[in-house]
């Protein structure tokens, strides 16, 4: 798969999962869950008021004919959200318009949520002009300043959802701002156990290597240039950020500077969670919705 198109062809060849969207009562949010099911992606399960989720598929003119269930509020909306997933009769979740954080509390509820004992992280995903294969990015988007051993948990999880995606051996880039170890920037020595790790077996299933520099993970001249070799030199399937503030800093920029076509899913739970930024337009929202299709018929994160 080399872009979104092609994507979104293969979650309506698998076929459609039930999608848990909570709280739903938010015209994007409508529009998109509706926009993937006549895609042929998703069957839309909407949390929430069931009074205001009618008035405003009237209001813009969006066919309201999917299963509601009702919720006094966004709290109660991520709850029983959270717990069609857990039990069964939803295959994967969506963020509405609410705080990560209410939601989040649903899923890591030990009695009913969606953990696993793995840590959450973050994937986007990024098709760009300028460069030959889809772009994947962890973890712009949930651990703060993961240190190696959490990063290995993050390599984890990214590694088996690009199996999902048809990557059999992912080339991946332990980015940081330079391409030499130095024991005075903690990335860069990160990077030195990440590699040892994934010589020596803890993190199966990809090529890891690094540090390398932003320019010589992407781009094979810049890679020449420093005399680096190997097989992810300058043609990374995934980049590993040394912090959230790099990774988050990166997709914005390819989102708002290079109009960069993206989606993003947390991982590391049960199943799937779709949870976007809500400045996200719809299409970024129905990328993400098809990652989540592929990644359930894949089993990613299924125990």
């Given at each position: 798969m080399r872009n979104f198109e092609d994507i979104i062809a293969k979650a309506r060849e698998v076929g459609p999962i039930r999608l848990a969207v909570a709280p739903a009562a938010e015209h994007g949010v409508l529009e998109a869950s509706f926009m993937a099911r006549e895609l042929g992606i998703i069957e839309p399960i909407l949390f929430g008021e069931e009074q205001a989720i009618r008035r405003l598929c009237e209001e813009h003119g969006l066919?309201?004919?999917a299963q509601i269930v009702d919720a006094q509020?966004?709290?109660?909306?991520?709850?029983?959200?959270?717990?069609?997933?857990?039990?069964?009769r939803a295959d994967a979740l969506m963020k509405g318009m609410v705080d990560t954080s209410v939601i989040l509390k649903e899923v890591l509820n030990k009695d009913y949520g969606l953990r696993t004992g793995r840590l959450l992280s973050h994937i986007a995903v990024y098709c760009l002009a300028a460069y030959p294969r889809l772009l994947?990015?962890?973890?712009?988007?949930?651990?703060?300043?993961?240190?190696?051993?959490a990063k290995r948990g993050i390599l984890n999880n990214a590694i088996e959802f690009c199996h999902a995606m048809g990557l059999?051996?992912?080339?991946?880039?332990?980015?940081?701002a330079k391409e030499k170890v130095d024991p005075h920037m903690p990335s860069t020595l990160d990077a030195r156990q990440l590699v040892e790790w994934n010589r020596e077996g803890s993190i199966p299933g990809a090529i890891v290597e690094g540090p390398f520099g932003m320019?010589?993970?992407i781009n094979v001249?810049?890679?020449?240039?420093?005399?680096l070799s190997g097989?992810?030199?300058?043609?990374?399937?995934?980049?590993?950020?040394?912090?959230?503030?790099?990774?988050?800093?990166?997709?914005?920029?390819?989102t708002y500077f290079a109009g960069a076509d993206s989606a993003g899913l947390i991982i590391g739970a049960k199943r799937p969670i779709v949870l976007m930024s809500r400045a996200d337009k719809a299409r970024v929202k129905v990328n993400s919705i098809a990652l989540a299709a592929l990644a359930v018929r894949n089993e990613v994160n299924h125990v």
């Open positions: 066919p309201c004919d509020d966004d709290v109660e909306a991520c709850r029983l959200a959270t717990q069609h997933v857990s039990g069964g994947y990015i962890t973890d712009a988007g949930m651990n703060i300043a993961p240190d190696a051993e059999e051996k992912p080339k991946i880039a332990v980015v940081s320019d010589n993970a001249d810049a890679a020449k240039m420093k005399g097989d992810v030199a300058g043609q990374a399937d995934l980049l590993l950020m040394p912090d959230l503030d790099a990774g988050n800093i990166l997709t914005k920029a390819l």
